[in-house]
């Protein structure tokens, strides 16, 4: 938790996160996937200042855990002094303790952001997916909590100002803001209209624009004139190495070249033939790459 620390920005964590996205669609199936096509709405996770502390965090508590489809998971919320948002036991279940920094006593409308990362580590836990690292394995739980529709309150838990800072969650703003678009485009939801924070909607449309390139990378047809440049030149010394680009050439066993590439929803990566148009299905998250390879 930055609290009036500086704050990262960019994209550090980028190849993390992408793998956390394919860890996912493995792990969950496409279908599951899909399941969360509707994120936590803000009334659900609403918490006023006159609303009882513990019973409030509690009420918050079974919504996520609502939300994630953890039914006979009980979160017991309490509070005390830490340097971090948060912290939960990940015991056998079904009762799991979180505790909450003493900060949101006075900072109530972030709890439901601190408790989606904590109940996240939960599902997680229950699925046995992990990272191999602490550090990796927190930027998946911001990446899955986010993905599966509940990561737009650890965004807007992002405030910053010339006198003051607060950030919630291991990515960057700007990097939960891709994340968010990611999933925007595949459900065609709109979280921006739920931000409080305006810093928080300056990262969502960065990060969606850096969405948005992975879309537009060859030999997707919708790469621009200068990658498809790239993409000729490098096809007409394939197979040899083609340092900083997505999409590598390969020669198959029966002597057809193939270009592989990474989908640019979940990050699988395809392999189609050399050959001109080509339409290709993505077998992970199934969908559909107009290519011109």
């Not at 994630?68 to 303790?97: K, Q, T």
């Amino acid at each position: 938790m930055a609290n009036g620390g500086p704050v990262e920005h960019g994209y550090p964590h980028l190849e993390t996160v992408r793998a956390a996205i394919t860890a996912l669609y493995k792990r969950l199936s496409c279908d599951t996937v899909q399941t969360f096509a509707a994120s936590v709405a803000p009334a659900d996770v609403a918490f006023c200042d006159t609303d009882d502390l513990h019973l409030g965090a509690q009420r918050v508590a079974r919504e996520i855990v609502r939300h994630f489809r953890l039914p006979d998971a009980r979160l017991i919320v309490s509070f005390r002094e830490m340097n971090h948002a948060a912290n939960v036991e990940l015991a056998a279940g079904p009762e799991y303790f979180v505790e909450l920094n003493d900060r949101f006593r006075t900072h109530r409308r972030d709890i439901g952001a601190a408790l989606a990362h904590e109940v996240m580590h939960v599902y997680l836990h229950r699925l046995d997916l992990a990272f191999p690292t602490t550090a990796e394995n927190e930027i998946l739980t911001d990446t899955a909590t986010t993905y599966l529709g509940a990561g737009w309150l650890l965004l807007d838990a992002y405030r910053e100002d010339s006198a003051s800072s607060q950030k919630l969650g291991y990515l960057t703003p700007e990097e939960f803001g891709y994340v968010l678009a990611k999933r925007s485009l595949v459900f065609q939801e709109d979280p921006s209209v739920w931000f409080t924070s305006p810093q928080a909607y300056t990262a969502y449309v960065k990060g969606m624009a850096q969405a948005r390139r992975d879309e537009e990378q060859p030999p997707l047809t919708a790469a621009g004139w200068a990658g498809r440049r790239r993409y000729a030149r490098d096809r007409r010394h394939a197979p040899g190495p083609q340092p900083g680009v997505p999409y590598t050439f390969v020669p198959d066993g029966g002597g057809v070249l193939r270009v592989s590439f990474p989908c640019p929803t979940c990050h699988q990566r395809i392999r189609v033939p050399v050959r001109g148009r080509v339409r290709a299905r993505c077998g992970l998250c199934r969908t559909v790459l107009e290519c011109d390879t």
